[in-house]
């Protein structure tokens, strides 16, 4: 069974900091390259970061360059997305994805169900 599955979500004020996580299971999925993607109302889905399997090698979304950062631990197949510096913007439902690569989403084969990140002013 292919599964991703994303935590960390919530409220937060604008300046302040969250960390999401994304846990990627099935035979297909181990050692995937991980994304992650966000989709605000009313708005299309967008690229925020990706990371590849090996060598670590990143992606970011010009919007998010310098406040977010996102990691990986292989032995957990775990993706993580720290996101300092918030932004009232940057409210949005946050998806991961996996089992692809790029920025667009055509590019992924695998999504989570997403979690809600909201920032206040």
């Known amino acids: 069974q292919v599964l991703v599955v994303e935590s960390g979500g919530g409220l937060v004020q604008a300046g302040g900091s969250l960390r999401l996580s994304c846990v990627a299971s099935g035979r297909t999925l181990v050692a995937s390259n991980m994304g992650w993607f966000r989709q605000a109302p009313g708005k299309e889905r967008e690229f925020v970061a990706a990371?590849?399997?090996?060598?670590?090698?990143?992606l970011y979304a010009d919007s998010v360059k310098g406040r977010f950062t996102i990691s990986r631990d292989n032995a957990k197949n775990t993706v993580y997305l720290q996101m300092n510096s918030l932004k009232v913007e940057d409210t949005a439902v946050y998806y991961c994805?996996?089992?692809?690569?790029?920025?667009?989403?055509?590019?992924?084969?695998?999504w989570g169900q997403g979690t809600q990140v909201t920032v206040s002013s």
């Open positions: 990371i590849r399997w090996n060598f670590g090698s990143t």
């Open positions: 994805a996996a089992g692809g690569w790029g920025i667009t989403p055509e590019g992924y084969a695998n």
